[in-house]
């Protein structure tokens, strides 16, 4: 089946660091892949996307690239702020399901100090 | 625009007890509703899916019995917790579709 393995937290950096959160998958075929953000007290919101290999997504600064070859979704920002302290989760979803069914990473706490 | 709400965000109810748990897609229209569980440290599980006006299909190894599921309307849908025991215990997140899942805050249960 399918599943979204991403590494563990917490992680804690300064303000203005770089940051990268590590997701890998399993899927057959090809998956579209997510990184969604959870701010405290809030729900998850949809954070980029990715729907085929070597595409990127970008928002608010994060990056990732679907990479096929490595069955990676990597995220990353070049210069953290504090405001950016909130969980992230990797998930995916069957090709051509939208974002309807969803796998999920266990989520990874980023903490981000002044 | 997309909000989903949930309510309440938090509950502690004894064990025996039920408690319901309502999820409203405020500025849109939701055919679909989804309910996950998260287990501290754990990723959201899917736990079921809710078309309005139908039954709600489970995920395997998830209760329907005890996880009760009603999807009354285009803007809300309710999950009961049915004979709540301490293993119930966790963060219920719902989401609610429309071209893709909008998520609610979650609700924490507390199971006494």
């Known amino acids: 089946g399918n599943s979204v393995t991403q590494m563990e937290g917490p992680v804690t950096l300064s303000e203005e660091a770089f940051l990268t959160i590590n997701c890998t998958y399993t899927?057959?075929?090809?998956?579209?892949l997510f990184w969604y953000v959870q701010y405290p007290g809030e729900g998850l919101q949809l954070l980029l996307k990715a729907t085929k290999a070597d595409d990127k997504g970008s928002n608010k600064g994060f990056e990732a690239t679907y990479r096929k070859e490595t069955t990676s979704f990597h995220l990353e920002k070049g210069s953290v702020q504090v405001s950016d302290s909130a969980v992230y989760f990797c998930a995916l979803s069957p090709a051509g399901a939208g974002s309807y069914q969803l796998t999920f990473g266990k989520g990874t706490k980023l903490s981000v100090i002044p | 625009g997309a909000v989903v709400s949930q309510h309440p965000s938090w509950v502690i109810c004894k064990s025996g007890t039920s408690v319901k748990i309502e999820c409203r897609s405020l500025d849109f229209q939701a055919t679909t509703m989804f309910w996950y569980r998260q287990f501290p440290k754990q990723s959201l599980m899917l736990m079921a899916t809710s078309n309005e006006g139908s039954k709600a299909t489970y995920e395997q190894g998830v209760e329907k019995d005890k996880f009760l599921i009603n999807h009354a309307s285009l803007t809300l849908s309710t999950l009961t917790v049915t004979s709540a025991h301490p293993e119930d215990s966790s963060f219920y997140i719902c989401s609610a579709a429309s071209r893709e899942q909008y998520f609610g805050p979650g609700t924490r249960l507390t199971v006494t």
């Open positions: 899927a057959t075929g090809y998956p579209s």
